[in-house]
Nanobody, 115 residues
Framework: QVQLVESGGGLVQPGGSLRLSCAASGIMFDMYTMGWFRQAPGKQRELVGIIMSDGSTNYADSVKGRFTISRDNAKNTVYLQMNSLKPQDTAVYYC?????????WGKGTLVTVSS
């Protein structure tokens, strides 16, 4: 059974930092493209960024220079380091694993950026 479990969300002040983690099980983790998506209240889910199996990354323009995705294949875990957080970063953040026609989601973790 495939499981993606996010952790690390919470309340942070504007300008602050958080690191999200996503622990995967039930997949050959190192073969998957791992992604982070987010969904703000009343909005559609959007891509934050992805990290390919070779470690290359791609980010949405809204987070470039502030967010960094990394992966530890030995721990089957992908991370999202978020710096210089803004109120508009408030959302539920979801982990995604994708390989060809296989696509899996975590249940999400809430990030709230507010003073």
């Amino acid at each position: 059974q495939v499981q993606l479990v996010e952790s690390g969300g919470g309340l942070v002040q504007p300008g602050g930092s958080l690191r999200l983690s996503c622990a995967a099980s039930g997949i050959m983790f190192d073969m998957y493209t791992m992604g982070w998506f987010r969904q703000a209240p009343g909005k559609q889910r959007e891509l934050v960024g992805i990290i390919m199996s070779d470690g290359s990354t791609n980010y949405a323009d809204s987070v470039k220079g502030r967010f960094t995705i990394s992966r530890d294949n030995a721990k089957n875990t992908v991370y999202l380091q978020m710096n210089s957080l803004k109120p508009q970063d408030t959302a539920v953040y979801y982990c995604n694993a994708n390989k060809n026609f296989l696509n899996y989601w975590g249940k999400g973790t809430l990030v709230t950026v507010s003073s």
